[in-house]
């Protein structure tokens, strides 16, 4: 097998040269460069990506854990995340906890073995916080507190908690029925995702005198269980006018209200929140919450490169050294300490300041105070989210459809 060493001798050039070449590290004159190139095309070399991952003390992999991808917003969010990161030369490692019966144990234990660089968490956990503050490896959480120091990313559930409202209230609404995942999860320190938009939602009816009830779903990997739940909310609350829900309840809502004869939008209105592609394949077209899933994603990519950067820099303040086994697999990958001069690998250095760009959204601090529901759950900035420093939050847009008036 064709090696650095064959490269150097081909090349007419020392082994450190074709090592800074190989790894993109250090400088290399053109014309020093080109020898080396023209000689790796010469004799098909290709270079050890397993050692020069090594080497750097990268294998370029995130791992992403998901609830299910069953249901369309982890879906869709999985492959805007995966996406996002192909664009940064970064590869994606899903872990689906519901799908695949197994939880977040096995994820973290290679990323503290350094099998990956590091986890975008999104599912639900029952660990404590301090679990994963222990970890000291990037993490970044997705629409869920983790703990003092891990940073957050999720949309702005009040601001679609309030479009959502102010839309329900000015167009007359009665009887709204809010549909959502086990109404136990509403509080502690990893609350269940979408919790701000049902809590404001709900403030704002009451202060409007317009009656909302709450009905749970299910598990949010059960798609299935949501027909069921349509059926149960027209049986039990004879006098409803608006459902709220995400994109799949609202879909089998005016489904079960097509079967049953009640006319959507006149007799009844439905918003969906999440805006995936199911509320363009309901029958009619679905009026949404819509959460930007690319703001998101790039937002999510942002945060670990930063995380990942930040232990770059801590681990050189701290004089640490390759292990000896990064230091023997990258033997032929390069040779000099030197040469790597602690570069980030190009997933690091791709994608700049993109979340400045994309927006931060609503500062964090905005609608951080306590909000109320009804039924006395109360949810507080630093349970629901993490904290202003350490949160990045993304505007949502009310996309106008077919099942409102």
Same mark, same amino acid.
């Given at each position: 097998m064709?090696?650095?060493?064959?490269?150097?001798?081909?090349?007419?050039?020392?082994?450190?040269?074709?090592?800074?070449?190989v790894n993109?590290?250090?400088?290399?004159?053109d014309v020093?460069?080109?020898?080396?190139?023209?000689?790796?095309?010469e004799?098909d070399?290709?270079?050890?990506?397993?050692?020069r991952?090594?080497?750097?003390?990268?294998?370029?992999?995130?791992?992403?854990?998901?609830?299910?991808?069953?249901?369309?917003?982890f879906?869709t969010?999985?492959?805007?995340?995966?996406?996002e990161f192909?664009?940064?030369?970064?590869?994606?490692l899903?872990?689906?906890?519901?799908?695949?019966?197994?939880?977040?144990?096995?994820?973290?234990?290679?990323?503290?073995r350094?099998?990956?660089d590091?986890?975008?968490?999104?599912?639900?956990t029952?660990h404590?916080?301090?679990?994963?503050?222990?970890?000291?490896r990037?993490?970044?959480?997705?629409?869920?507190f983790?703990g003092?120091?891990?940073?957050?990313?999720?949309?702005?559930?009040?601001?679609?908690?309030?479009?959502i409202?102010?839309?329900?209230?000015?167009?007359?609404?009665?009887?709204?029925i809010?549909?959502?995942?086990p109404?136990?999860?509403?509080?502690?320190?990893?609350?269940?995702?979408?919790?701000?938009?049902?809590?404001?939602?709900e403030?704002?009816?009451?202060?409007?005198?317009?009656?909302c009830?709450?009905v749970?779903?299910g598990?949010?990997?059960d798609?299935?269980a949501h027909?069921?739940?349509?059926?149960?909310?027209?049986?039990?609350?004879?006098? #409803?006018d &608006? %459902?709220? @829900?995400?994109? +799949?309840? =609202?879909?089998? $809502?005016?489904?079960? /209200?097509g079967?049953?004869?009640?006319d959507?939008?006149?007799?009844?209105?439905?918003?969906?929140?999440?805006g995936?592609?199911?509320?363009?394949?309901?029958?009619?077209r679905l009026?949404?919450?819509?959460?930007?899933?690319?703001a998101?994603?790039?937002?999510?990519?942002?945060c670990m490169?930063?995380?990942?950067?930040a232990?770059?820099?801590?681990?050189?303040?701290?004089?640490?050294?390759?292990s000896g086994?990064?230091?023997?697999?990258?033997?032929?990958?390069a040779?000099?300490?030197?040469?790597a001069?602690?570069?980030?690998?190009?997933?690091?250095?791709?994608?700049g300041?993109?979340?400045?760009?994309v927006?931060?959204?609503v500062?964090?601090?905005?609608?951080?105070?306590? #909000?109320e &529901? %009804?039924? @006395?759950?109360? +949810?507080? =900035?630093?349970? $629901?989210?993490?904290? /202003?420093e350490?949160e990045?939050?993304?505007?949502?847009?009310?996309?106008?459809?077919?099942t409102?008036?």
């Open positions: 064709v090696g650095m060493r064959d490269v150097a001798k081909k090349a007419g050039v020392s082994l450190s040269t074709v090592s800074l070449v993109n590290t250090g400088y290399v004159s020093m460069r080109a020898k080396v190139e023209a000689a790796m095309r004799l070399y290709i270079p050890n990506e397993l050692a991952n090594l080497y750097h003390d990268r294998t370029n992999t995130i791992g992403v854990i998901m609830p299910t991808i069953v249901h369309p917003f879906a969010l999985t492959a805007a995340l995966q996406r192909a664009s940064r030369g970064l590869k994606t899903l872990c689906s906890t519901a799908d695949a019966n197994t939880g977040e144990g096995e994820y973290v234990d290679m990323l503290q350094h099998m990956m590091g986890i975008i968490m999104a599912a639900h029952e404590p916080a301090d679990y994963w503050t222990s970890i000291r990037p993490i970044v959480a997705f629409d869920r983790l003092a120091g891990v940073p957050t990313v999720r949309s702005d559930h009040e601001q679609g908690g309030r479009l409202a102010q839309h329900l209230i000015a167009s007359g609404a009665h009887h709204v809010l549909a959502g995942g109404r136990a999860q509403f509080s502690g320190g990893t609350t269940f995702p979408t919790v701000r938009y049902h809590l404001t939602v403030r704002m009816l009451a202060a409007a005198g317009i009656a009830d709450y749970e779903v598990a949010v990997a798609v299935t027909e069921a739940m349509a059926r149960r909310i027209f049986d039990r609350y004879q006098g #409803v &608006a %459902i709220v @829900g995400a994109d +799949v309840v =609202a879909a089998m $809502a005016l489904q079960e /209200a079967r049953r004869g009640i959507v939008p006149r007799d009844l209105q439905v918003i969906a929140y999440d995936t592609l199911i509320t363009e394949l309901a029958g009619k009026t949404s919450v819509r959460q930007d899933f690319p998101i994603a790039a937002a999510l990519a942002d490169n930063e995380q990942i950067a232990g770059d820099d801590s681990g050189r303040q701290s004089g640490a050294k390759r086994a990064a230091d023997a697999a990258a033997a032929d990958a040779t000099s300490t030197d040469a001069g602690g570069n980030m690998s190009d997933g690091d250095a791709s994608g300041n993109a979340v400045d760009a927006s931060t959204g500062p964090a601090a905005a609608g951080s105070d306590a #909000v &529901a %009804i039924g @006395g759950v109360t +949810v507080g =900035a630093g349970e $629901a989210g993490g904290g /202003a350490n990045r939050v993304i505007p949502v847009s009310f996309i106008p459809g077919e409102t008036r």
